[in-house]
T-cell receptor, first 113, second 114 residues
Framework: QKEVEQNSGPLSVPEGAIASLNCTYS??????FFWYRQYSGKSPELIMS????GDKEDGRFTAQLNKASQYVSLLIRDSQPSDSATYLCAARNSGGSNYKLTFGKGTLLTVNP | GAVVSQHPSWVICKSGTSVKIECRSL??????MFWYRQFPKQSLMLMATSNEGSKATYEQGVEKDKFLINHASLTLSTLTVTSAHPEDSSFYIC??????????FGPGTRLTVT
């Protein structure tokens, strides 16, 4: 069973702080990883993808991947109240060509003004 | 780019009737589309994967005769919930990919069965 695990939270940080979201995955063959943001009542929105070990930065977001540890993280710098949402970690399953993703259950982030 | 639309955004239907939900990729050709269901405060549950011109592949436990999926073109997939019951009330979301790894989600359809 391919699994993606996330702390469900809630994770609460003050405005301007760094929010750190973590994720582990069980399928060692996974090569592609994604972070989605989902506001309450809305569908997920892709915010970051990462394929190689190391860091990938995009604005206030930094994704980190460590394939040896099967660990993915997302850092949000200068957190804003508008970042308050559920963050979903996803890994593309290895094998086959159907691009299916396995999602974690999500971490609820609250940024307090 | 990479915009996916869904229609309708919400629908209310009576128990026993059928409801069709459309998913369209607006600015790219979607070789593969996915259908998810999400109950309140729960994570996404993949229902099925559809490839253009092929039969959909359903996840374990999803009734293929109840949830009919058609992927007739590279920009359109439809999900029909047949003989809907109140327990089918949920948030249905499609996503699409164009042979890349990234999946782009539609805005979702909220179904309420009375």
């Amino acid at each position: 069973q391919k699994e993606v695990e996330q702390n469900s939270g809630p994770l609460s940080v003050p405005e301007g702080a760094i929010a750190s979201l973590n994720c582990t995955y069980s399928d060692r063959g996974s090569q592609s990883f994604f972070w989605y943001r989902q506001y309450s009542g809305k569908s997920p929105e892709l915010i970051m993808s990462i394929y190689s070990n190391g860091d990938k930065e995009d604005g206030r977001f930094t994704a980190q991947l460590n394939k040896a540890s099967q660990y993915v993280s997302l850092l949000i710098r200068d957190s804003q109240p508008s970042d308050s949402a559920t963050y979903l970690c996803a890994a593309r399953n290895s094998g086959g060509s159907n691009y299916k993703l396995t999602f974690g259950k999500g971490t609820l982030l609250t940024v307090n003004p | 780019g990479a915009v996916v639309s869904q229609h309708p955004s919400w629908v209310i239907c009576k128990s026993g009737t059928s409801v069709k939900i459309e998913c369209r990729s607006l600015d790219f050709q979607a070789t593969t589309m996915f259908w998810y269901r999400q109950f309140p405060k729960q994570s996404l549950m993949l229902m099925a994967t559809s490839n253009e011109g092929s039969k959909a592949t359903y996840e374990q436990g999803v009734e293929k005769d109840k949830f009919l999926i058609n992927h007739a073109s590279l920009t359109l997939s439809t999900l029909t919930v047949t003989s809907a019951h109140p327990e089918d009330s949920s948030f249905y979301i499609c996503s699409a990919t164009d042979r890349g790894d990234e999946q782009y989600f539609g805005p979702g359809t909220r179904l309420t069965v009375t």
